[in-house]
């Protein structure tokens, strides 16, 4: 899976960006709370639907928005959707799905600018929050 990570031709800031995201690396309010940085009086539920811990999971596709982003693009491109149990496993499916290799980049490009998307919305949408 990395070798095909670090091969795609996106922006190096995004490959480590998902270098860091399969590693479990990025802040979340899950590795915080692990690493006692968190305030205690603070939720560690995800700022946008605030019902599950904010787990990369949970943050990248079991969330009702980030879902929502992978169900349109999937349906963009006529792939299946699968509610993956984990970020491999969705890499997985949605990469099996690409048989032409020339597609193989133009898959890459638009995986991690759905990754990237969904986590520049949360920032966002958290920022908003905090600055009302």
Not at 61 to 70: F, G, I, P, T, Y
Request: hydrophobic share 45%; proline share 2%; glycine share 4%.
């Amino acid at each position: 899976m990395f070798r095909y990570l670090w091969k795609s031709l996106v922006s190096s800031k995004a490959v480590a960006f998902s270098w860091k995201l399969f590693h479990d690396r990025i802040p979340t309010r899950s590795n915080y709370s692990k690493k006692n940085v968190l305030d205690p009086n603070i939720s560690i539920n995800g700022p946008l639907c605030g019902d599950n811990v904010e787990t990369l999971t949970h943050l990248f596709l079991h969330c009702h928005e980030a879902s929502n982003v992978w169900f349109h693009v999937l349906k963009w491109l006529n792939f299946g959707f699968i509610t993956s149990q984990n970020l491999f496993a969705r890499l997985e499916c949605w990469r099996g799905d690409v048989r032409d290799r020339k597609l193989q980049n133009d898959f890459w490009l638009i995986y991690h600018g759905m990754i990237w998307f969904i986590w520049r919305t949360q920032n966002d949408w958290f920022l908003n929050i905090l600055l009302r």
